[in-house]
């Protein structure tokens, strides 16, 4: 039998709608075991007790759409070159498992950093993403990229390395194996059947792009007759375990078949405003569409922060919402609940109630920007930024602790990251583009 782990704050957030003053969080292993009243507890300081004083414990937030390892290309891609073809498959080349790994690091320590216990993430050297979620203790819902049509790396091979990834990591405790097509323009029709069958049969959730960019689009057209989301529901790959990312580029119809088929999209703000082609939030809302929040990644984001993609989608939806206004308690519920149930299949809730993964944060109250407070939920939401998350638990575990890492190295990753970076600019001559302005 585990210890127990006792956590006192002013404030405790259970889930959107419930909230509890002056309480404390027990935590057993990795579960939460209850919540009670500071003056339920049997013995006023029992073992383990961590008074953690004018705070707030909330649920940690699910990035349902990450690629970690692409802050390589921070800044870089919002000119003449696209983000896309031609910056991240212009350096992907030059990537191994060991860059792959040094670079996946610094991205989890901006998301752990404000605020993210879980990622969704979908890229190549997938087994060197899992080993940075272990070594800093992230959660990580890993797939690896497969394409076969064009890309930076294609064929057999790339699905042989992913079937291997999936049953080298299906009995880790915090990393689980998705299966994860690129999308439907890099991938052909028969290996994405192919690949939906592998997903259900061996009962894996699928993560793929879906109607990401207007290219992907017209080869689509040009090639099916038929839009990507049109294509994929013609194809039988569009289920209830399925993560469609951005699906913004679309034509009448598509959003209804997505409906239909109960998959699960996920609208990346910050990409989609950049790209002036948001997702369509307010009328999957009135189809009654479960819809989820990513980050995406640089070219299109520069950073994995799950506060600023909460408020940059609610604004989004709002700015042209005639119905279906969301509120901040939704696009909380969202990104500490909804994404995490999806993503995880249903295993994870994404609640701080009894039984359920002690994945939580806690959040500085006596700051410029969380005072005055009225509404809790509401300020997290609206308010806090990466300075206010004080601490970070995955697990039950410490992993953040007074905004330091607490099992890794901070300055040696930053410091292996950059030189990670500098070897692949150099191979790839990127670092002359770079000095040259080509990206400005």
């Given at each position: 039998?585990?210890?127990?782990?006792?956590?006192?704050?002013?404030y405790?957030?259970?889930?959107?709608?419930?909230?509890h003053k002056?309480?404390?969080?027990?935590?057993?292993?990795?579960?939460?075991?209850?919540?009670v009243?500071?003056?339920s507890?049997?013995?006023k300081?029992?073992?383990?007790?961590?008074?953690?004083?004018?705070?707030?414990?909330?649920?940690?937030?699910?990035?349902?759409?990450?690629?970690?390892?692409?802050?390589?290309?921070?800044?870089?891609?919002?000119?003449?070159?696209?983000?896309?073809?031609?910056?991240?498959?212009?350096?992907?080349?030059?990537?191994d498992?060991?860059?792959?790994?040094?670079?996946?690091?610094?991205?989890?320590?901006?998301?752990?950093?404000?605020?993210?216990?879980?990622?969704?993430?979908?890229?190549f050297?997938?087994?060197?993403?899992?080993?940075?979620?272990?070594?800093?203790?992230?959660?990580?819902?890993?797939?690896?990229?497969?394409?076969?049509?064009?890309?930076?790396?294609?064929?057999?091979?790339?699905?042989?390395?992913?079937?291997?990834?999936?049953?080298?990591?299906?009995?880790?405790?915090?990393?689980?194996?998705?299966?994860?097509?690129?999308?439907?323009?890099?991938v052909?029709?028969?290996?994405?059947?192919?690949?939906?069958?592998y997903?259900?049969?061996?009962?894996?959730l699928?993560?793929?792009?879906?109607?990401?960019?207007?290219?992907?689009m017209?080869?689509?057209?040009?090639?099916?007759?038929?839009?990507?989301?049109?294509?994929?529901?013609?194809?039988?790959?569009?289920?209830?375990?399925?993560?469609?990312?951005?699906?913004?580029?679309?034509?009448?119809?598509?959003?209804?078949?997505?409906?239909?088929?109960?998959?699960?999209?996920?609208?990346?703000?910050?990409?989609?405003?950049?790209?002036?082609?948001?997702?369509?939030?307010?009328f999957?809302?009135?189809?009654?569409?479960?819809?989820?929040?990513?980050?995406?990644?640089?070219?299109?984001?520069?950073?994995?922060?799950?506060?600023?993609?909460?408020?940059?989608?609610?604004?989004?939806?709002?700015?042209?919402?005639?119905?279906?206004?969301?509120?901040?308690k939704?696009?909380?519920?969202?990104?500490?609940?909804?994404?995490?149930?999806?993503?995880?299949?249903?295993?994870?809730?994404?609640?701080?109630?009894?039984?359920?993964?002690?994945?939580?944060?806690?959040?500085l109250?006596?700051?410029?920007?969380?005072?005055?407070?009225?509404?809790?939920?509401?300020?997290?939401v609206?308010?806090?930024?990466?300075?206010?998350?004080?601490?970070?638990?995955?697990?039950?575990?410490?992993?953040?602790?007074?905004?330091?890492?607490?099992?890794?190295?901070?300055?040696?990753?930053?410091?292996?990251?950059?030189?990670?970076?500098?070897?692949?600019?150099?191979?790839?001559?990127?670092?002359?583009?770079?000095?040259?302005?080509d990206?400005?």
């Amino acid at each position: 039998m585990s210890s127990l782990q006792y956590f006192s704050a002013k404030y405790i957030v259970e889930d959107s709608t419930h909230l509890h003053k002056d309480s404390v969080l027990i935590v057993q292993g990795d579960l939460v075991k209850d919540i009670v009243h500071i003056e339920s507890l049997p013995e006023k300081k029992p073992k383990n007790f961590n008074e953690l004083g004018e705070v707030i414990i909330s649920p940690g937030f699910t990035n349902a759409h990450s690629h970690v390892a692409l802050n390589s290309v921070k800044g870089l891609g919002y000119g003449s070159a696209s983000a896309l073809y031609d910056v991240m498959w212009g350096i992907e080349p030059a990537l191994d498992d060991d860059l792959v790994y040094k670079l996946s690091l610094l991205g989890m320590m901006d998301a752990i950093s404000s605020g993210t216990t879980s990622i969704n993430d979908h890229y190549f050297f997938a087994d060197s993403v899992a080993k940075a979620c272990e070594t800093i203790g992230m959660r990580g819902f890993i797939g690896h990229t497969i394409m076969t049509e064009y890309g930076p790396w294609t064929g057999n091979e790339q699905i042989s390395l992913a079937k291997s990834f999936n049953n080298n990591w299906k009995n880790s405790k915090t990393v689980h194996p998705i299966v994860a097509p690129h999308e439907t323009s890099t991938v052909s029709p028969k290996v994405l059947k192919e690949l939906s069958n592998y997903a259900l049969e061996n009962d894996l959730l699928t993560h793929i792009h879906l109607a990401q960019t207007q290219k992907e689009m017209e080869y689509i057209k040009s090639n099916f007759k038929t839009s990507p989301i049109k294509h994929a529901y013609n194809l039988g790959i569009l289920n209830e375990k399925v993560i469609a990312a951005h699906c913004n580029v679309i034509e009448d119809g598509d959003l209804e078949l997505l409906a239909e088929s109960k998959a699960f999209p996920v609208f990346c703000p910050t990409t989609h405003g950049i790209a002036g082609k948001p997702m369509n939030t307010n009328f999957l809302s009135e189809l009654n569409v479960d819809w989820g929040i990513g980050t995406d990644c640089s070219g299109g984001n520069d950073d994995y922060d799950m506060l600023e993609e909460m408020r940059t989608a609610l604004v989004l939806n709002n700015s042209v919402a005639k119905k279906n206004f969301i509120k901040p308690k939704e696009v909380f519920r969202k990104a500490s609940e909804e994404n995490i149930k999806r993503i995880s299949g249903g295993v994870f809730s994404g609640k701080l109630s009894k039984n359920q993964k002690a994945d939580f944060i806690t959040v500085l109250i006596n700051t410029p920007r969380m005072l005055p407070l009225h509404d809790v939920v509401n300020n997290i939401v609206m308010c806090a930024s990466s300075k206010e998350i004080n601490d970070v638990y995955i697990d039950g575990k410490c992993v953040l602790k007074n905004s330091e890492f607490q099992q890794i190295d901070e300055q040696a990753v930053l410091e292996d990251g950059m030189n990670a970076l500098n070897k692949i600019f150099v191979k790839t001559g990127f670092d002359k583009k770079i000095s040259e302005g080509d990206f400005l």
